[in-house]
RNA sequence: GGGUCUGUAGCUCAGCGGUAGAGCAGUGGCCUUUUAAGCCAUUGGUCGAGGGUUCGAAUCCCUCCGGACCCA
């Protein structure tokens, strides 16, 4: 007999027990918790009569009386059991119960002799078996002991997790809470939130690798949405004139601290709008999420051993891409408005930004927009810490963008930068038919050219644009790039309660702990 | 895809050529206000997998499978 198959036997022993004992665990179909520990410690009168469930988060017995913290996830209450008053019966289910094992309890406050809020029980039912061991860790003025730290077990069992890991936990809520004041902002500033297909002929809206999937019906293949520009766009076309869609989308591409292939994008698009008052909205949404969810518009995050403080209550510093590479490049603005200029300026080798030891080759690079994109990116993208819009991208790379008037090389196009770290991409739309039919042209050549990631024809999209779209402002914002920053995250991982983990190499190494006699 | 580190008991970790360890959890016992409860006893491991070097491998080498962090 295996140590696993043990623990799992002793649990199923005790599971009959408490059943003959008529306290089966799993009969109970509701229990009254009109209180959470931490407002049960908050209006603590001694005495008072109180009813709470929770999850046993220790657990101490002492022969014939014995006390255990019941946890509702947030906080905890301990509980004091007294065999003289339960009952032979009642306190002998007590003593089967486990750490990790659901209860509930009724009795009244009181306070122990070193003066610990308690409830003391007149009656208990135990409302789940914890069948498995948990990582319950024991505490201390706040500091767990033996508790879970294994990252890949955080990630994979994130119940345990959720369970375990108070700091961990809350990022995860603070994440849905981030969500949620989204949403309000702009509901309050009168937009409406639509739904538009994830399922999707021609992926567009992003440079980006979509997945396939196949369609049995129609027996064609389908890919999932890697943006929500095109339909978002053609509701605009349809004279709705603010709307804005908060979703998933999928891009087929490797993973790292700050990529998952499904992550949740906003996007909100408004008629008769430009650059300025997409810049508005985004500062306007930091600042609001910012002191909705931790209230202050200024914001602690790690950096560098240290921390830093970021702004979100200043509007945002507003710096030309041009301006910017000529400056951390050293190279003149006039050089870097050809390819072959450019080049020339820079040496078609390969260039290292020696702090961060990113690298660029400009002679690689096979237009402008591409080089100067990765020149942003090496040499601007690690300078900027406190929210910044970085105004005027190249045309080649901004499909779905606006001329520039005064420089057709350009568009109006802006990204939103926060502690090194991209936030937002925003553009005043192009809502002339024939131009973005031209660039689509050119997105094709490229496609044909080699580029997996070029922006595809969408004949539905240009025939809305054809038939009249308003001069339209629209924004990007990724969410989980937002909640890692605002809770101060080093990793995707931390915000995402789920993050894409790679399958487990066999099904026993799914679950450590689950023996084979069981399903799972 | 490249580099660095990493995988030992349910959990947290030590051991780094010579009989697999500790704390917690678990199990049995004592204990009616404890709280990282305590005291006594005790169970538990193919040291990620496979191959090699060696008289001898958790330890050294190779391959593979996971993971973390950098770079692409």
Redesign the pocket.
């Known amino acids: 007999m ?3 198959e ?2 799992w036997d ?2 199923l022993e ?1 599971l009959q027990r408490l059943r003959e004992l008529g306290f089966d665990p799993y009969k109970i179909e509701r229990w009254d918790t009109p209180k959470s520990a931490d407002k049960l410690h908050a209006d603590f009168i001694e005495g008072t009569e109180v009813s709470f469930a929770g999850r046993i988060s ?8 014995g ?1 255990a ?1 019941i946890s509702d996830g947030d906080g905890k209450i ?1 509980a ?1 059991f ?4 339960l009952g032979d019966d009642a306190y002998e289910a007590y003593k089967l119960l ?2 990790g094992d659901h209860i509930g309890v009724e009795g009244k406050l ?7 809020q ?1 409830i ?1 029980v007149s009656k208990f039912h135990p409302l789940s078996k914890a069948m ?4 319950l ?4 003025d706040g500091h767990v ?9 955080r ?1 994979r069992h994130r119940h345990l997790d959720l369970m375990a890991n108070k700091e961990g936990r809350t990022k995860l809520l603070n994440r849905s809470r981030i969500v949620a004041a989204v949403r309000s902002y702009f509901n309050d500033c009168g937009y409406l939130e639509v739904e538009t297909p994830l399922l999707q002929q021609e992926a567009g809206g992003a440079a980006a690798r979509p997945f396939v999937t196949h369609y049995n019906e129609y027996e064609i293949d389908v890919k999932l949405r890697i943006s929500l520009e095109l339909y978002l766009k053609r509701i605009i076309c349809g004279d709705v004139q603010k709307v804005y869609e908060l979703g998933r989308v999928f891009r087929n ?2 993973v ?2 700050k ?1 998952n292939p499904e992550f949740t994008l906003l996007e909100f698009y408004e008629a008769y709008a430009n650059l300025e008052d997409m810049m508005r909205h985004v500062e306007n949404c930091f600042k609001y999420v910012a002191f909705t969810v931790f209230g202050s518009t200024k914001i602690d995050v790690p950096h560098e051993d240290g921390y830093l403080s970021i702004d979100f209550g200043q509007p945002w510093a507003r710096v030309d891409m041009l301006d910017e590479i000529a400056k951390h490049t050293g190279v003149q603005r006039d050089q870097l408005l050809e390819l072959s200029s450019a080049v020339d300026a820079l040496g078609a080798g390969a260039r ?1 930004n020696g702090v ?5 080759v400009p002679g690689e690079e096979r237009n402008l927009g591409g080089l100067l994109e990765k020149l942003l990116e ?1 040499y601007v993208e690690p300078t900027l810490i406190q929210p910044t819009f970085v105004i005027g991208y190249p045309l080649e790379i901004s499909p779905l963008a606006k001329k520039d008037p005064n420089d057709s090389r350009f568009t109006r196009r802006f990204e939103g930068y926060v502690l090194c770290s991209e936030i937002c991409n925003s553009f005043s739309e192009i809502n002339d038919p024939i131009d973005q039919r031209e660039r689509f042209d050119f997105q094709v050549g490229e496609a044909a050219a080699g580029d997996e990631e070029a922006h595809p024809m969408d004949e539905e999209f240009l025939y809305a644009l054809e038939c009249g779209m308003p001069p339209t402002g629209g924004c990007g914002i990724g969410i989980d790039r937002m909640a890692m920053l605002l809770t101060g995250s ?2 995707l ?1 931390e915000i995402l309660l789920f993050p894409y ?6 099904s026993e ?1 799914a679950v ?2 689950t023996p084979d006699h069981k399903e799972h």
Do not use: C, W
């Open positions: 295996s140590n696993e043990s623990f002793i649990r005790k220790s657990y101490r017995d002492m022969g014939k009386a006390f913290h301990q004091y007294r065999r003289d008053e486990d750490l009181f306070l122990t002799k070193t003066g610990e308690s003391h498995h061991p948990l990582p860790g024991k505490e201390k002991f033996s508790g879970l730290q294994d990252i890949e077990i990630n591409e490797g790292s601290y990529h290292v961060t030891g990113k690298r660029v090496v080093s990793t991982r983990m790679r399958p487990p190499a066999s190494q450590e702990s």
